[in-house]
């Protein structure tokens, strides 16, 4: 008998399923299972059952039922009664078992005749017959499940076996514990667990909503979960989780694509408020309506969850009036509220709503957030609620709650607004709507005041000067909001309506612009920035001159020979309309400017910018100056200048709520971690903020970029080429030349070791004829070597002696270490083959150059170039040479560069490393066998572990072998074990 049903939609709690499988595996156990109706007890229960091996018929379940009258011991022996597979097998039952025939006498035929007397104490008789079918029983679970509709002699009998349990058993209860009678515990007040029995209590909580996301993206068939099954096979389809018996199949038609899933977790989080229950009877609907193209439309518009809407119906049935007018008036109000403000929207007396309160709190309707502040427990039992309440009995508690509502200050204008559309009455709302949103912009409430004005312009019948008011209040907040497609589209909808003023639909396409050629890293946006200064020269010159100085910043298309003369024209109009504001934009861009160029006259003028200004927009302005100098600060080699600049543009964004400032600082800092050598943990990291920012285009390329840089350094070529491929793809969208470069250098080492030299070549000269025409010679630490030793490699010494020309002659004077490091490496790359001393000493050069920058990755490449030149002249210090590079390598986990070194030392003849370690390793890893086992991991194939560790495949196979036998797992589990074995 399987205990998970064989379905695939079991997902997340893997803390709580490892605790139960724990004390399974420990008899005796005692394990309270408790949560709410709907949870997934049942389903975490089968989980642990199939995860801990336990066979079908060693698990004896009885149930109990929500029957006025339950029959004594019910649940226990209705259990006892599934124990006939494993009781026919056993010899020598004792005398005191044959008590259990009167109550077991489908079991009379293997149980020894009752010898008890008559008059004797019957729960003794029972509890000794049981103790002793346990005893010859062995190791079995006994689950009572709903043990909340247990009757008294039943929980009395369960205490009994929990305080003494028989050495082989092991018992699991589920219960709700909101309905347990008079909110006693489950096995009353004088249950302790005793010493020498493992389990303990185990509280289920709802999904949260990443885990709704993955059991919609299993059961939808748009992704993979975590697999297994959602509850024991003899449970009912009801049980939390998707178990074989809820008749949900894979894939529900072409309205759900992988797209569209993350939107219906999130209605269907929404709409649960993460009762697994509830999320798979909604799948299940719309499985049945799999013609559905709009699943969004399609579950805004359908009933709750009829499970939960019948779960609600039954508490509320059992309420007295004072509670049911209580319950009624939280709902409506919908936020956690105290008994006065209870009171004056269900119009009842004080002692009264303290009355309703107390009956529906011992209910589990009402719950207690806060302190003296009451509230639904889930969101969608107050929906259920309120959409009982009869439409004049709710209109009536709309009214009085906006009436007790006034009466506070501040105002909770955004509350009022919401009851007054509650009423229908539009003007009243529009006008509500609109004071409650200037109200949030000027707390600094973007998450109250985005929602009120989109939902304002949403309105068909809304006046112009209101809607040109609402359009603009709403491009502000977008302005310094991450990005993200869902404003970026409702931005583009307002300058579609033709009914906005031509001067406010240029400030809102301006934002647009700058979401779109910014944030979104799209120089399409460009073309709209371009447009909003048409629209704004005229009325509002100033903010044309800030379109101007954005459009400044485009280095591509050509548009860099322009810069001086937009630059200009932003200068005129601000002479003509001044604008603190603006200037400090046009500030921004010119120090901006000055950092691509690699001027020295820069840090003076960063340390004027204010920071501590009363105007947001000039805090704002600093803190993207603070962090396009930060930025590219790193491309120029100052890269402990831009940690601190960095870090300061963080913490003035967190300050001034500027999000996209401070995610687009947080992902640098992260990139900045890279240059300097702390991989560890770094992709995750970079994960969790992708996860974050879904819609940031520069945690997806920054991510990218990384991924690439280490999957190589692994020899993971494939994923190394697919990640720089991606990040190019970002590049030739974007305005700015860097991020086209830096993927053009990764995608062109790889291209230099699979394909060789031309190949390479090929790669490379979009990228350096687009840094020629941008003339972003301070930037091209990472792609003038590589280019050159491209160039050179094909056969055209020429082209690679003029290229480091005229890099040199580009970036003298120029403030910009990586360049210079990158210009010494080239040469010295120029230099091999023809002058073996210059290219030591520029090795040397770039090698010192870039460890006083602080880039052990790149410091251990000259290394190993330096190595490579001094071979033939100086054995001894080349070895050395290779040697540090080496460690450097193994210490970041650049396993297969590590492994060149150790190629390289062998074929010039430079002896071996000394090693680190001892000679025999037992059955512990080797290091040898670490770096196989870790590309194991990572999911590579036995041919690329070759190819990156330089090793035979004969070599590989017999290293993975070894692996699998110390490990104990199997290939695809390598990853966790490594990971539980430590380093």
């Known amino acids: 008998m399987r205990h998970d049903g064989g379905a695939p939609g079991f997902v997340g709690r893997r803390h709580e399923v490892a605790r139960l499988v724990r004390a399974l595996r420990a008899a005796p156990a005692v394990v309270l299972v408790e949560g709410d109706a709907g949870i997934g007890k049942s389903a975490l229960v089968g989980r642990a059952l199939a995860e801990a091996e336990v066979p079908g018929e060693r698990v004896l379940t009885g149930r109990c039922h929500p029957v ?6 019910g649940p226990v022996l209705d259990a006892l009664r599934r ?36 008059g004797a104490d019957e729960r003794y008789r029972l509890t000794q017959g049981l103790q002793a079918l346990f005893g010859a029983l062995g190791e079995v679970v006994l689950l009572v499940e709903d043990a909340q509709w247990a009757d008294r002699a039943t929980r009395e009998l369960l205490l009994l076996l929990a305080r003494d349990p028989h050495p082989g058993l092991s018992l699991v209860v589920t219960y709700r514990p909101e309905e347990l009678p008079d909110g006693a515990p489950v096995l009353g007040t004088a249950y302790r667990c005793p010493p020498g029995v493992s389990g303990g209590l185990l509280r289920i909580e709802p999904l949260d909503e990443a885990e709704v996301l993955e059991l919609a ?10 697999g297994g099954a959602a509850g024991p096979a003899a449970a009912p389809a009801s049980s939390a989780g998707v178990a074989a018996g809820t008749g949900l199949a894979s894939g529900v038609g072409p309205g759900v694509g992988p797209g569209t899933v993350p939107a219906v977790a999130r209605l269907l989080y929404e709409r649960s408020g993460g009762l697994p229950a509830a999320v798979v009877e909604d799948l299940a609907a719309l499985q049945e309506d799999g013609r ?10 359908a009933d709750l969850a009829r499970g939960l809407r019948d779960a609600v119906a039954e508490r509320l049935a059992g309420l007295g009036a004072e509670a049911r007018a209580v319950v009624e008036a939280v709902a409506v109000l919908e936020e956690p509220a105290g008994e006065g403000l209870i009171a004056e929207v269900s119009a009842l007396s004080a002692e009264q709503v303290s009355s309703g309160l107390v009956e529906a709190l011992r209910a589990g309707v009402l719950s207690e957030p806060e302190p003296a502040r009451y509230a639904f427990r889930w969101e969608p039992a107050r929906q259920v609620v309120y959409r009982r309440i009869p439409g004049p009995t709710r209109s009536a508690l709309h009214r009085r709650a906006i009436d007790a509502l006034r009466t506070g200050r501040p105002q909770p204008l955004a509350r009022i607004a919401a009851h007054t559309r509650a009423l229908g009455d539009r003007d009243a709302w529009q006008q509500a709507a609109e004071a409650a949103a200037d109200q949030a912009v000027e707390q600094g409430d973007t998450a109250v005041a985005g929602p009120l004005l989109r939902e304002l312009l949403a309105e068909a019948d809304l006046a112009p000067e209101r809607r040109g008011r609402a359009a603009r209040a709403l491009s502000g907040l977008a302005a310094n909001a991450a990005y993200d497609a869902a404003s970026t589209e409702v931005l583009a909808d307002i300058i579609a309506d033709p009914r ?7 400030e809102v396409r301006l934002t647009l612009g700058l979401r779109v050629a910014v944030q979104g890293g799209d120089r399409v946006g460009f073309a709209l920035i371009e447009q909003a200064a048409d629209e704004l020269i005229a009325e509002r010159p100033a903010r044309a001159a800030r379109a101007l100085v954005a459009l400044a910043m485009n280095e591509r298309d050509g548009a860099g020979a322009a810069v001086r003369e937009r630059m200009a024209k932003a200068a005129a109009a601000l002479e003509s309309e001044p604008d603190e504001e603006v200037a400090a934009a046009y500030r921004a861009t010119r120090l901006t400017f000055q950092a691509r160029e690699g001027d020295p006259e820069l840090w003076p003028e960063l340390d004027r910018l204010p920071r501590d200004a009363s105007n947001p927009e000039l805090v704002r302005q600093t803190t993207r100056a603070l962090f396009n100098v930060g930025d590219i600060a790193m491309e120029t080699g100052h890269d402990q200048r831009a940690g601190r600049l960095l870090a300061e543009s963080r913490a003035l964004a967190r300050q001034a709520a500027i999000s996209y400032l401070e995610c687009y600082s947080r992902i640098a800092l992260l990139r900045l971690d890279g240059l300097a050598g702390r991989w560890q943990g770094l992709e995750e990291r970079f994960e969790a903020i992708g996860t974050e920012y879904p819609d940031v285009a520069m945690a997806r ?15 993971r070529l494939a994923v190394a080429r697919a990640e720089f491929e991606s990040a190019a793809r970002y590049g030739e969208r974007e305005s700015q030349v860097t991020t086209a470069i830096r993927a053009a250098a990764g995608l062109g080492a790889v291209e230099l070791v699979e394909r060789g030299a031309e190949a390479a070549a090929a790669v490379l000269a979009p990228a350096v004829a687009m840094l020629r025409q941008a003339g972003a010679w301070a930037r091209a630490g990472e792609l003038l070597p590589i280019a050159v030793e491209a160039v050179r490699g094909a056969g055209d010494e020429g082209a690679a002696r003029h290229l480091t020309e005229e890099a040199a002659e580009a970036i003298d004077g120029a403030d910009a270490p990586a360049a210079h490091a990158g210009l010494a490496l080239a040469r010295g790359v120029l230099l091999e083959g023809t002058d073996s001393c210059g290219a030591i000493e520029s090795y040397r050069e770039a090698r010192d150059a870039w460890r006083g920058i602080g880039r052990p990755y790149e410091v251990a490449k000259a290394e ?14 080349a070895a050395e040479r290779l040697a540090a590079a080496e460690a450097t390598y193994t210490t970041l986990g650049a396993a297969s560069d590590a492994a060149r070194c150790q190629h390289v030392r062998r074929d010039l003849g430079l002896g071996r490393m000394a090693s680190p370690g001892r000679r025999g390793y037992g059955e512990a890893l080797s290091p040898r066998e670490r770096q196989v086992a870790e590309l194991v991991g990572q999911g590579v194939s036995n041919q690329d572990i070759a190819q990156a560790l330089f090793l035979s495949p004969r070599t590989v196979e017999h290293h993975v072998a070894s692996v699998l036998r110390k490990l104990g797992v199997g290939r695809k589990d390598v990853a966790e074990a490594l990971a539980e074995t430590g380093s």
């Open 68 to 73: 006025a009258e339950p029959s004594p011991y």
């Open 83 to 118: 124990s006939r597979p494993v009781l026919a097998g056993v010899a020598g039952m004792p005398p005191s078992a044959g008590a259990l025939r009167t109550w077991l006498p489908d079991l009379a035929d293997l149980l020894p005749e009752n010898t008890a007397g008559a």
């Open 217 to 226: 993206r299993t059961v939808l068939g748009t992704g993979t979960g975590t």
């Open 292 to 301: 559905q193209t709009d699943p969004v439309a399609f579950l805004s518009g």
């Open 500 to 506: 906005l003023p031509v001067a406010d639909r240029g």
């Open 701 to 715: 390329v920054e991510r990218a970029m990384l991924f690439g840089r280490m999957a190589a350094s692994r020899g």
């Open 864 to 877: 190993e170039r330096l190595a490579r030149a001094l071979a033939d002249r100086d054995p001894q210090t």
